[in-house]
């Protein structure tokens, strides 16, 4: 099995436990990063509040809402990013090599070799998923409509239920959120946000530039101290979490553009509402929103990724070397049981 493959399957696996934990979180933040309320005298509503609103009116099944696609999502990302960058990079460390015999260099993979690694790995996995994502999206934003009671209904019905009468929502489903995508704006309808995403590769550029620093100067420290104890998978979890960090905060201005584009178009004369392509998003937020619109939700956020890529880089490590011991352990086995 090509060490490409083990990456692959081993992010995979880490991205579909780390989105089962965290899923919660990430619905309530698509609805933050969603919102387009423009009233700045409007309060605004915290993380815990929003998730006891949404289980208060909707029940404990909406913070869940899309997560069949965004599992199959998670792992076909993970998997495909980790396929293709460690293809990349084992490219990379090929002509690291042949440079360090060429009297160019010590042999290793730099920062910004690590950087443009990343971004190319990020690339071909936005364009090959992308429409997972809208699928999901569409998913997390839906929720049951909300409106106050008709005038017929006033004399049995309280104050509280007249402000939150709902109605129950036809099925939602992914082959009914598919389908919507497609009347709307055809096969190009699913990648919507592209390129915002595209841009946005440079946030697991920039995780995986930190982790590998971080990760290498680590390791040549336990060196230098003549200490030969590996590194821990507490330590893969912090180092893990630092890195997811560094990255959201500066990029998280593009995943708000790119949930807006990715969200069902609220069909209304109010034209702040409508967004035509990512250009024109960025324009409205910031004429109607100031740049706090482009933060929206970015605590519940930082939670979520830095929780999500830690338990993602610990769990997809442990998977690795597991995977490696077994077929070290069944090669040696098979050598041994070899007759002389």
Known sequence: MSDALINGLAGA????????????LQTVNTRQQTER???????????????????????????YGGLTPSLVGSA???????????????????????????????????????????ALAGCVNVLLTNPIWVVVTRMQTHSKVSKKAQPSHLESTTSDEMI?????PPPYGTSHVVQEV???????????????????????????????????????RRTLNKNNKGVTAVEIFL????????ATVVTYPLLVVKSRLQAKQ?????????????????????????FYGFYKGMGTK???????????????????????????????????????
């Not at 696996?13 to 919660?24: H, S, V």
């Not at 939150?164 to 129950?168: K, P, Q, S, T």
């Not at 509402?273 to 100031?290: F, P, S, V, W």
């Open 13 to 24: 696996g880490g991205g579909i436990i780390a989105q089962l934990i965290t899923y919660p």
């Open 37 to 63: 309320d423009v009233k700045k005298e409007k309060r605004k509503t915290g993380t815990i509040e929003l998730v006891c609103q949404v289980v208060k009116h909707e029940g404990w099944e909406r913070l």
């Open 76 to 118: 076909a990302s993970q998997g495909v990013y980790y396929y293709f960058y460690q293809i990349f990079r084992n490219k990379a460390m090929a002509t690291a090599l042949d440079r360090k015999r060429k009297g160019i260099g010590d042999g290793s993979v730099g920062m910004f070799s690590s950087l443009v690694v990343a």
């Open 164 to 168: 939150h009468a709902v109605i129950e």
């Open 182 to 220: 497609y009347d709307e704006a055809g096969l190009w309808g699913f990648w919507k946000g592209v390129f915002p995403t595209l841009i946005m590769v440079s946030n697991p550029s920039i995780q995986f530039m930190l982790y590998e620093t971080m990760l290498k100067k680590l390791k040549e």
């Open 239 to 246: 180092l893990g979490a630092l890195a997811k960090l560094g």
């Open 266 to 290: 609220v069909i209304t004369g109010d034209r702040r509402h409508q967004y035509k392509g990512t250009l024109d998003a960025i324009l409205k937020m910031i004429r109607y929103e100031g």
């Open 302 to 340: 930082i939670v979520q990724s830095v929780l999500a890529a830690a338990v993602l880089f610990m769990v997809k490590e442990e998977l690795v070397r597991g995977v490696r011991f077994l077929l070290t352990k069944n090669t040696v086995n098979a050598v041994k049981s070899k007759p002389p």
